[in-house]
């Protein structure tokens, strides 16, 4: 367990509808990482906050956006969605040292009928 | 822009042999480090092993070692005594410092252990 926590652990939905994907980073760690992973591709970066603030951003789609909140969770909110967005979507924390690995939940499974 | 490059798709390796993944990495940074994870079919993501670009020697977790070359900015996983455990996805990542402080990953390699 890595202690870090996503919900749902599976989504489904229709195209054109908004979701919300939930993450609580370990306890103490101050970044969360999103990441996108499509079937059979790699880990996508999105974006990443830090203590509230976003710190980097990847290839996010502007339907995408994400926010962390003062108790350090962080949500991910994808709207319009099409059925491309269908994917793995992995949330990750650590304390933001860079030589720090990233923690990673086990993700929540999207799937857009 | 960091960028980091798995050029084996797939890759088998015979149960109890040794297996080197590629992963070479492109970034103008001098301080960065090298992260490698494995995802089983379950889809977590499993820390392996980590290499800082200064540190002289080539990071080891039990049978996981790092051959790292950082002239030639190749970071390759060996996985000795493979198992049938072993049969996973792997990726390679990199950090840099001070440019962003995010992770990315490579592309990945499918590896397949035969009995």
């Known amino acids: 367990d890595s202690g870090v926590t996503q919900t749902p652990k599976h989504l489904i939905t229709a195209t054109g509808q908004r979701v919300t994907l939930r993450c609580s980073p370990r306890s103490g760690d101050l970044s969360v990482y999103w990441y996108q992973q499509s079937l059979d591709q790699g880990l996508q970066f999105l974006i990443q906050?830090?203590?509230?603030?976003?710190?980097a951003k990847g290839n996010i789609l502007e339907r995408f956006s994400a926010q962390q909140f003062p108790d350090l969770h962080s949500e991910l909110n994808l709207s319009s969605l099409e059925l491309g967005d269908s994917a793995l979507y992995f949330c990750a924390s650590n304390l933001d040292g860079a030589n720090e690995k990233l923690f990673f939940g086990s993700g929540t499974q999207l799937s857009v009928l | 822009a960091q960028k980091i490059t798995q050029t084996q798709p797939g890759m088998f390796v015979q149960e109890k042999e040794a297996v080197t993944l590629d992963c070479t990495y492109d970034t103008s940074d001098q301080s960065y480090g090298l992260f490698w994870y494995k995802q089983p079919s379950s889809g977590e993501m499993i820390f392996l092993i980590y290499?800082?670009?200064?540190?002289?020697q080539n990071a080891t977790e039990g049978r996981y070692s790092l051959n790292f070359q950082k002239a030639r900015k190749s970071a390759n996983l060996v996985i000795s005594a493979s198992q049938l455990g072993d049969s996973a996805m792997y990726f390679c990542a990199m950090r840099e410092v001070y440019n962003n402080n995010d992770m990315r990953f490579g592309a990945g390699t499918r590896l397949t252990v035969k009995p």
């Open positions: 290499q800082g670009s200064y540190d002289e």
């Open positions: 906050y830090y203590n509230g603030e976003e710190r």
